[in-house]
Structures are given as C-alpha cells and as structure tokens.
C-alpha cells in the first residue's frame, strides 16, 4: 500500500513540478508594485531582476526556482514517457537556460530606466555576465518553442491542434518582442504576452499530466 502511495505521488510530481514552475515563471505580475518605476510598456521583464533594481532579488529568485522546476518536469518526462523526446528535451533546454538567467546571468542594470546604464549596454562596459543574459534567454525562448512543438507533434499534452496553435501564438509574440526591441518601443506589453503564453502552456501541461495520471497510474503529460 505504501508503495502504491508512493508511486502516485512520484507521478503526479512532473505536473506539480510544471504548475509551480508557471506560478513562479509569472512573479513580472507584481512588478508594479514591488517596481513602480519600470517602464511597463517598453521595458524589458527582465529589467526587473536587473542587480541595481528594487526588489530584484525576487524575481531572480523566481526564475532560478522556475527553471529548476521546469528542467525537473522534462527530465521526469525523457525517462518516464515512451515519446516526445524532442519536446521534452526542449523543456529541458528552456528550464536550464531560464535558471541561468536568474541564477548567474541577471542584468546589470535596467538600461530603460537608467540612460547610464544604456550607454555602458552600448559601447560593452558591463560585465560579461549582462551580455550572457541575452543568449540565455534566446536559448530559453528557443527551447520552449521546441518544447511545445515537439510535445504537439508527439501527441502529448494539449490536443494537437491546440498544442500547434499555442506553438506558433508563442512564436508570433517572441518575434514581434524582437522587432520592437530592436525598434525601441512597445517590447514591455509584448514581452509580457509572451510570457503569458509560456506559463499558461504549463499550466496546462501541468492539468492533462495530472488528468492522464489519474486515468492511466503514471505521467504522461
């Protein structure tokens, strides 16, 4: 009996693993509050756990805790799943990279909010570790449109349709942060989008593990 009970709760942890992950994925919300002086509507979300911000250290705290989460859910899905190698691997790949972000690589300093900290962003006088953010989070944004394609195509998860959809919604919003990054306004609101999208996938991937884990007496998200 103890062993049964045990094993439930080791299925039903990937899906924990995943909902927690969005939850903490999603402390930007607060933002306004902890950090009423951020530019909402252009700033970056990362800007937030940027070293010389308020509050800072909760959001980096947020995104070491949710990557960690995330990574721990895909590794728990490469062993445990008889497919979606790719998307899970993707997962994995988002999960590591977004703990880095909070972890070692945070920003500096907020260059939207901070016109010193813009002109040190812009002529390479910040520590390597806030050029370093941006490959982190490009890689992080990668992994997670692979995740969510890859678990899509494999048939796990959403239904595939849905799966697809929340895929390309995703990608759509990580390319028009890009465009208006690059063209200096309007990245804040789109950003956030983005980030909405990833953490309400999995949230979701979260709900069909657990429903499948139920039915079925493992975790196949």
Do not use: K
Not at 131 to 146: D, R
């Amino acid at each position: 009996m103890r062993a049964d009970s045990d094993g439930r709760v080791a299925a039903r942890a990937p899906a924990v693993c995943c909902a927690s992950a969005a939850v903490l994925y999603s402390l930007w919300v607060l933002g306004p509050w902890i950090n009423p002086g951020l530019d909402a509507l252009n700033g970056y979300v990362s800007e937030l756990a940027a070293r010389d911000q308020p509050g800072s250290w909760l959001f980096r705290v947020g995104d070491g805790l949710a990557g960690l989460l995330a990574a721990a859910a895909a590794a728990a899905g490469i062993r445990g799943s008889g497919g979606g190698l790719v998307g899970w691997s993707g997962l994995l790949v988002f999960g590591v990279a977004t703990g880095l972000d909070g972890a070692l690589t945070p920003m500096t300093c907020a260059s939207f909010v901070d016109s010193g900290c813009a002109v040190r962003e812009l002529v390479g006088a910040l520590p390597a570790t806030h050029a370093l953010h941006e490959m982190t989070s490009s890689v992080a944004a990668l992994g997670v449109l692979v995740a969510m394609g890859g678990l899509a195509g494999a048939g796990i998860g959403l239904p595939a349709r849905w799966g697809w959809a929340w895929c390309s919604a995703t990608g759509l919003a990580t390319a028009v942060t890009l465009g208006a990054l690059w063209a200096g306004a309007g990245a804040g609101v789109v950003q956030r989008v983005q980030l909405s999208l990833i953490a309400t996938w999995l949230i979701a991937l979260a709900v069909t593990g657990a429903r499948r884990t139920r039915s079925a007496g493992g975790f196949d998200a």
